[in-house]
């Protein structure tokens, strides 16, 4: 109950303390509540464009896909649905899964190799070893400005038989032509090119995650003695372990989809055939043979294959602690 001064004399007030604060508090919170609405909706007007992109150019053209597979066309009788017909001649096709063992063989090979060359440049230049750290990561990162196209060229006319700039060191080393578009270096060459091209991005990729590490545990681990190798192995790796995985799944669904480097080499490699990995064979599939229902089929089995070994991944490290 709040005083009245009347007459020099305090009296009691009738009048409710702060009849008006209540209201002013619901009035304020409806304010905020209509603003924040108000901001959200603000906020759709600007993720809108990158929707409608992403709607048109990946939904519609994915359902359109799956949708195809269940139909084959004939010269007699147009186009038919035939259910699981085109699944059913993709997963009994040799020629499918023989390009998928090579691209399987293609990653086990391309990845571990670049991962661990990767994880030491970008923890050389995290620790400060190298001298001119900018320049080099900008050296480093420049081949993944390459188109994949121009990449893959300019390998193929380095590496060409007679001509190329190896053979030529070669053959004034006095060595034999070592035929690198041979059957058995041909894949090597595949992966040296892969190699050259995606190392950069993910020394860009585990180097930042390497910079978001607390100076803190490093500077204790300094303090304590640990040498460069063991702060590096022992302490950084661990932390940014999701990074590490993260590069290892975006690498192995690449190699999984290889498809630039083998088609652009097959005219100087006869022993690249038209199912040398499971896209190869799409595409030959959809536009040599024009079988585009097939070839649709062909590409729902294939992501669901790299989504089970994404998945399957993903859960082994789960277990293992290494991701939560």
């Known amino acids: 109950m709040s005083q009245v001064v009347i007459g020099g004399a305090q009296q009691p007030s009738t009048e409710p303390p702060y009849r008006g604060l209540p209201v002013a508090r619901g009035l304020a919170s409806r304010r905020q509540k209509g603003f924040g609405h ?171 995650a390497l910079k978001s590490v607390p100076k803190e545990v490093v500077e204790s681990a300094i303090v304590d003695g640990a040498k460069f190798g063991r702060i590096v192995t022992g302490i950084k790796l661990p932390i940014i372990r999701p990074a590490i995985i993260l590069v290892v799944i975006i690498n192995v669904i690449g190699a999984l989809q290889l498809f630039t480097e083998p088609y652009l080499l097959s005219p100087m490699a006869p022993n690249i055939s038209a199912n040398y990995t499971p896209t190869l064979y799409m595409y030959n599939e959809a536009f040599s043979a024009q079988f585009y229902s097939y070839a649709a089929a062909i590409a729902v089995v294939l992501a669901f294959v790299i989504i089970l070994i994404s998945v399957a991944f993903l859960l082994s490290q789960r277990r293992k602690g290494a991701i939560t």
Not at 47 to 71: A, D, E, H, N, W
Not at 88 to 102: D, I, K, N, V
Not at 148 to 167: C, D, I, K, N, S
């Open 38 to 208: 108000r901001r959200d909706r603000r906020g759709l007007w600007f993720v809108l464009p990158f929707f409608v992109i992403f709607f048109m150019f990946l939904v519609v053209p994915l359902g359109y896909s799956i949708y195809t597979s269940f139909f084959t066309t004939r010269m007699i009788g147009g186009t038919v649905f035939t259910g699981f017909a085109n699944y059913t001649q993709a997963l009994e096709s040799g020629a499918f899964w023989s390009g998928m063992a090579r691209v399987l063989l293609f990653a086990a090979i391309q990845v571990p190799i670049m991962v661990v060359i990767a994880i030491f440049f970008a923890a050389t230049f995290d620790m400060g070893v190298a001298r001119f750290g900018g320049f080099f990561r900008a050296i480093f990162f420049l081949p993944y400005a390459v188109p994949g196209v121009v990449a893959t060229a300019m390998w193929g006319g380095m590496l060409q038989t007679r001509v190329g700039v190896f053979v030529r060191i070669f053959e004034d080393l006095g060595l034999p032509d070592p035929n690198f578009f041979g059957a058995s270096h041909l894949l090597g060459v595949i992966v040296l090119i892969a190699i050259w091209e995606w190392t950069g991005f993910t020394i860009m990729l585990l180097y930042t």
